[in-house]
């Protein structure tokens, strides 16, 4: 395994934590949104040190459009998939999140920009029955339907958000691109937390070494090193590798809950995740994309 592969191994070890990390602040005592809250205010500070050219830009008026764009649409999609975590396992959330290449296809073909060819249409058949596994379809629901409905609308929103982020990353760079949508997250969980404290649980410290340890790796790890180890990677042997790679995401992250959460490895969660990883390696070598993720979930 070359050097570079192992690079975006490790970057896929990196966001198969977080949805482990958030689990383990949210036992802690930290509030969703103070979690994410501190994920980003940590992330903005490692990813500054390193895109630090890029800081000027933020103050002019064209990062306006950006900010709002990449920052609201990173943050809903980071609230709305880890907010399933009260109903499913990191495990689940971590392969229905995967679904969201299948999306991309399915996005791309109604609007006529990729065709949807048979190899294309079997792997999203493919994501499909993974998804009926993991929840239990024909019978009743494995997982919880309100866990699935967020975890799915996660990756729906991701799948809209990754050619949007791909050309502002075509215009900015792809450092400037993700330490915008960064710090436009960041702004908006601060703002969701002083407006309506209530409602969100508020902006609290975190209290204990495993809340503070979360954060850090959210801040450190998940966000500013997984996202710039990756783009290393991708640089060298290019999106279709890295993107079939990067399915080790997913096991990773169901192998870390049952080890740190003690959450169950269920024969269904491996079955449809399995189903849809081999969906993942079908859209890549069918041609399909996997855009440059930035401060991807998952």
Known sequence: ???????????????????????????????????????????VAALALVAHRALPALARREALAPLLVLGGMQALMNFVSLASLAHIPAATLS????????????????RGTERLTVVRAGALLLALAGIGIMVGLPGGFVAHPTGVALAL????????????????????????????????ALVAFVLLGLLFPGATGGL??????????????LGVLSTATGFL??????QVIGPVRAGIVSTVEPFF??????????????????LGGGCVAAAVVLLQLGGGRRATPTNELP
Not at 23 to 42: E, N, V
């Open 1 to 43: 395994m070359s050097g570079a592969t192992l690079l975006v191994v490790f970057s896929a070890a990196c966001f198969g934590s977080i949805p482990i990390a958030v689990t383990i602040a949210q036992r802690a005592g930290l509030p969703l949104l103070a979690t994410l809250a501190w994920r980003f205010g940590i992330g």
């Open 95 to 110: 392969f229905l999140f995967y679904t969201y290449p299948g999306w991309i296809a399915v996005i791309a073909a109604v």
């Open 153 to 184: 609308a996660s990756a729906l929103i991701y799948a809209v958000y990754v050619p949007i982020v791909g050309g502002y990353g075509a215009r900015l760079g792809t450092e400037a691109a993700a330490l915008h949508a960064s710090v436009g």
């Open 204 to 217: 609290v410290l975190p209290t204990g070494m495993p809340a503070w340890l979360a954060v850090l790796s």
């Open 229 to 234: 180890v990756f783009l290393r990677g991708l």
């Open 253 to 270: 992250a169901a192998g870390l809950g049952a080890l740190l959460l003690n959450q169950p490895l269920t024969r269904a969660t491996f």
